[in-house]
């Protein structure tokens, strides 16, 4: 399951929170899911999954909430991206955090700190890895390698400067993942904003994609009967609550990709990272599927909801059979033939 991490600065980010991070799996909404689920029958459909975990409010004001910030940064480090939740909403019953509303601050304070965790990494293994080539050992010259590339990224990251920015080659990243480095993971920015800014939609802060949401608007929403809720999201120009929103902009800014199995049985929205191939995708459906492979029955869901159903897509020339290399496109509708 992928996993994003969201953290902010301040401790008026959720002042209800416990102190430790809270983990939560949500659904991706996907309107298509349902779609094809009713098209094939299905007794029930399986939306794709993401997990969250929520970190409370990070206080890098003075040396005693750093040195508290670093105890989450392990945990932190074992997600897939980062969510950081600033503050743009101006309330005299909330305090501010540094005595500020500056969420372009904010964001800059929080991967500035990133770089920090990745720079105490990276200068423990340089430590380490000079010691250890002093010696010749079978693995002398893959070390050199090694402590070269760290001192590389120890020289970007002094120089404020992410670990992506340092890293020459597919091998080199590679070699890297394992340190699981944050300035190395995909970033959204959450705006909490007020009730007029937050039909703004995406926007960029720090050249990083930010979602502009409410949390004020959601605790009244959560108050509303559900057939009310579309009608008051849509006076307020949002097509759909926060929640629904922020999940998806999480799963895009990962680089995912859903494809669906469809059966009378069940219907399941699967997640890949965008470039995988059949076999790859086959496997993450069962692994039976992946040993026993043969093709896949293609058929993308705009032609699919075109022609409105599985012969009339045949009698159209729409459905395709691909082999083990084929690149898996968001929104295909598959059919994997196998035999174990």
């Known amino acids: 399951m992928f996993t994003a991490v969201a953290a902010g600065a301040g401790t008026d980010v959720d002042t209800h929170r416990p ?24 007794a029930k459909t399986t ?10 409010g990070l206080d890098l004001s003075d040396e005693s909430g750093r040195h508290h910030a670093r105890t989450h940064w392990a945990t932190m480090r074992q997600s897939d991206m980062f969510v950081l939740v600033v503050r743009a909403f101006q309330d005299e019953s909330v305090p501010e955090y540094r005595n500020r509303t500056d969420p372009e601050a904010d964001v800059r304070e929080l991967l500035d700190e990133m770089l920090f965790a990745d720079l105490d990494q990276v ?23 090694e402590l070269e590339l760290m001192k590389r990224l120890s020289e970007a990251l002094e120089a404020e400067r992410p670990v992506s920015s340092a890293v020459n080659n597919e091998a080199e990243e ?3 993942r394992s340190f699981a480095f944050c300035s190395l993971k995909p970033i959204l920015v959450a705006v909490n904003t007020s009730e007029g800014d937050v039909a703004a939609g995406e926007d960029s802060i720090d050249t990083l994609p930010s979602l502009r949401l409410s949390a004020k ?4 929403i959560a108050q509303l009967p559900p057939d009310e809720r579309e009608e008051f999201l849509a006076d307020l120009g949002l ?5 629904d929103r922020l999940v998806q902009a999480c799963f895009r800014r990962m680089g995912l990709v859903s494809f669906f199995t469809p ?3 069940e219907t399941r929205a699967v997640a890949v990272p965008a470039g995988t191939d059949a076999l790859t995708a086959a496997g993450e459906v069962h692994s039976d599927i992946a040993r026993g492979f043969i093709r896949a ?4 869901y705009d032609d699919l909801r075109a022609v409105g159903d599985m012969k009339s897509a045949r009698s159209a020339g729409v459905v395709r059979l691909e082999g083990k290399s084929y690149i898996v496109q968001d929104g295909d509708v598959i059919y994997f033939r196998f035999n174990v």
């Open 19 to 42: 102190d430790r991070p809270h983990a939560a799996v949500v659904k991706v909404p996907d309107e298509r899911l349902e779609w094809v689920g009713e098209l094939f029958g299905s």
């Open 47 to 56: 939306p794709t999954e993401l997990e969250f975990l929520d970190v409370p």
């Open 123 to 145: 200068t423990t293994r340089i430590e380490k890895l000079e010691a250890a080539v002093r010696k010749p050992t079978a693995d002398r010259d893959a070390q050199l390698r």
């Open 174 to 176: 590679k070699l890297l």
């Open 217 to 220: 608007i959601e605790a009244e």
């Open 239 to 243: 097509d759909a609550p926060a929640g």
């Open 263 to 265: 059966s009378e049985k």
């Open 297 to 300: 029955e293609v058929v993308s």
